[in-house]
């Protein structure tokens, strides 16, 4: 089993910043590709952005390219989204995940969620 939990997040007005971060226990964290996913109010949950096991390999979804930075940390065993120049439509409560790379289908793990308020 493995414990993921976020923090970071808050309200934030349009163009600031904010860093989110994904804490894990339970597994050796630099097996598990991870991943951050986001879902808006009355929206489903989408992909934002994954990182393989080593940090080396990154994707993004293109409304965040540019803007967003995913990273981890695996002496820490922790996951971080940095997110720049924030919109109103980046409001939404931010997930971590982790499971088996590319993390499109197999994700063995979700985190409670931080929320994250854009306001304009």
């Known amino acids: 089993q493995v414990q993921l939990?976020?923090?970071?997040?808050?309200?934030?007005?349009?163009g600031g910043s904010l860093r989110l971060s994904c804490?894990?226990?339970?597994?050796?964290?630099?097996?598990?590709?991870?991943g951050w996913f986001r879902q808006a109010p009355g929206k489903e949950r989408e992909f934002v952005a994954?990182?393989?096991?080593?940090?080396?390999?990154?994707y993004y979804v293109d409304s965040v390219k540019g803007r967003f930075?995913?990273?981890?940390?695996?002496?820490k065993d922790t996951l971080y989204l940095q997110m720049n120049s924030l919109k109103p439509e980046d409001t939404a409560v931010y997930y971590c995940a982790a499971g088996s790379w590319?993390?499109?289908?197999?994700?063995?793990?979700?985190?409670?969620?931080?929320?994250?308020t854009v306001s304009s």
């Open 50 to 58: 994954r990182i393989s096991g080593g940090g080396s390999g990154t």
């Open 69 to 75: 930075t995913i990273s981890r940390d695996n002496g």
């Open 102 to 116: 590319p993390l499109d289908r197999n994700i063995y793990y979700w985190g409670k969620g931080t929320l994250v």
């Open 5 to 14: 939990v976020e923090s970071g997040g808050g309200l934030v007005q349009a």
């Open 23 to 34: 804490a894990a226990s339970g597994r050796t964290f630099s097996t598990l590709a991870m």
